[in-house]
């Protein structure tokens, strides 16, 4: 049996591990197109900080971890499937046959249409290279204009603000991490990020970046300028899907897949940020850039390539972030549901918050900042479906008492 696997990050290293342990007379070959050995990308800001060498990025530490386990590394491009002759063809026209494949070629940044948004000294936050440039380029003291305060962005914050840098973000949302935290704990975090010396524009928009001399100067959709030596794009992701085309596979913004991770075609599947699966909260077709989702996805599809059988009761949206130290959380269908209850707690003087919503006495969502103590447990309860009875009442006056709920119903279920 011969599996190809397209993309090497976290989904891709953990198919070809699953496949070795279920298939142990497979052909694996697991293609990414950085002349990097397998890292992670969410390694990059600890690199930046100085925390850890670029080895600390790898996502295995062993030099022959891929050798000893009989898979086939191949730093190449695809450029095209062939679903009909089942084959991959590579960059240099070379063709590479699967019996199997697995589609993990993960995300790329996008690059707004701003004027001037590829001149030197703009850039992504995405590669290994892309931080290899960062750090050659932006020197303490130095200002830089950070582009987009989502998950991403917020990550990149601490290694940027770490290095001395002087850091002005731009948001075009009314909030801070808008596609994770509600309005209240989106003011928590700018607030702490204004308190740790950062500068945060919100709902407003980049119109024109220009240079001047060594200086980088963005033009705000209100006329304001931001005065700069490096700008950083970080305004979200898009699945690597255009090498697709003409192959058959169908595709929306990402990869369609079934709950065992297949697509439309026999034995092609799609794991992490490049497949459009189930959202476990709301049933509909969603795609859950994030390494959890990536990893369980990589680990269902290589399982069912293997014969096994192994299916996924949908993606759960699961974010935990950390911004230059204040840990945030996010969970299923944290913005609630129309009809639901909710409860929330603010202390915004120790930048401590909750807000839990339900779904009838069931909790379908909830987000969090500086009460880490409680994510396992709101996974447990979001993820399954607990029936929590008189005991959404007592979460709804004090939302705190998470863990004395889970094991009264856990008790009660025994």
Not at 152 to 170: D, F, Q, Y
Not at 186 to 211: F, N, P, T, Y
Not at 239 to 267: H, K, M, W, Y
Request: aromatic letters at 4%; glycine letters at 12%; charged letters at 25%.
């Amino acid at each position: 049996m011969r599996h190809v696997i397209i993309g090497n990050g976290p989904a891709g290293v953990v198919a070809a591990e699953t496949l070795r342990k279920a298939d142990r007379g497979a052909k694996i070959t697991l293609i990414g197109d950085e002349p990097e050995p397998p890292y992670s990308r969410m390694a990059l800001p600890y690199l930046m900080m100085g925390e850890i060498d670029e080895a600390g990025t790898h996502l295995r530490k062993g030099k022959d971890h891929y050798a000893q386990l009989g898979i086939d590394l191949l730093q190449d491009r695809v450029e095209r499937v062939d679903a009909a002759a089942r084959s991959v063809r590579l960059k240099g026209g070379a063709s590479l046959p699967y019996d199997r494949l697995l589609i993990a070629s993960g995300s790329h940044p996008i690059r707004p249409g701003i004027t001037g948004i590829d001149l030197p000294g703009v850039h992504t936050c995405w590669t290994m290279e892309d931080a290899r440039r960062i750090m050659r380029h932006a020197a303490a003291g130095s200002r830089v204009l950070q582009i987009g305060a989502g998950f991403i962005g917020c990550i990149i914050m601490e290694s940027l603000v770490s290095r001395g840098l002087k850091l002005t973000v731009v948001e075009m949302g009314d909030r801070m991490v808008p596609r994770m935290m509600t309005p209240a704990a989106g003011k928590m975090i700018r607030d702490w990020c204004e308190s740790k010396g950062v500068r945060v524009h919100l709902g407003a928009q980049v119109a024109s970046i220009r240079a001047e001399g060594r200086e980088l100067v963005a033009k705000l959709g209100s006329g304001d300028e931001i005065r700069a030596e490096t700008v950083i794009v970080s305004a979200g992701v898009r699945p690597n899907v255009a090498f697709l085309e003409g192959s058959g596979i169908a595709c929306q913004t990402g990869v369609l897949v079934d709950a065992s991770l297949r697509t439309n075609l026999p034995d092609v599947y799609a794991a992490g940020d490049v497949a459009e699966g189930i959202d476990f909260s709301t049933g509909k077709r969603a795609i859950m850039a994030i390494q959890p989702n990536a990893v369980d996805q990589a680990r269902l599809a290589a399982l069912n390539m293997a014969g096994r059988q192994a299916t996924s009761r949908g993606s759960l949206a699961l974010n935990v972030l950390d911004t230059l130290g204040l840990v945030s959380s996010s969970f299923g269908q944290w913005w609630g549901e129309a009809g639901g209850a909710s409860a929330e707690l603010v202390d915004e003087r120790e930048y401590r918050y909750l807000s839990l919503q339900f779904s009838g006495d069931v909790l379908i969502g909830a987000t969090c900042i500086g009460l880490t103590e409680h994510v396992g447990v709101l996974r447990g309860l979001i993820e399954g479906r607990v029936k929590l009875g008189p005991w959404r009442e007592r979460l709804l006056k004090e939302p705190t008492r998470l863990a004395e709920a889970y094991l009264a119903c856990a008790q009660a279920a025994a």
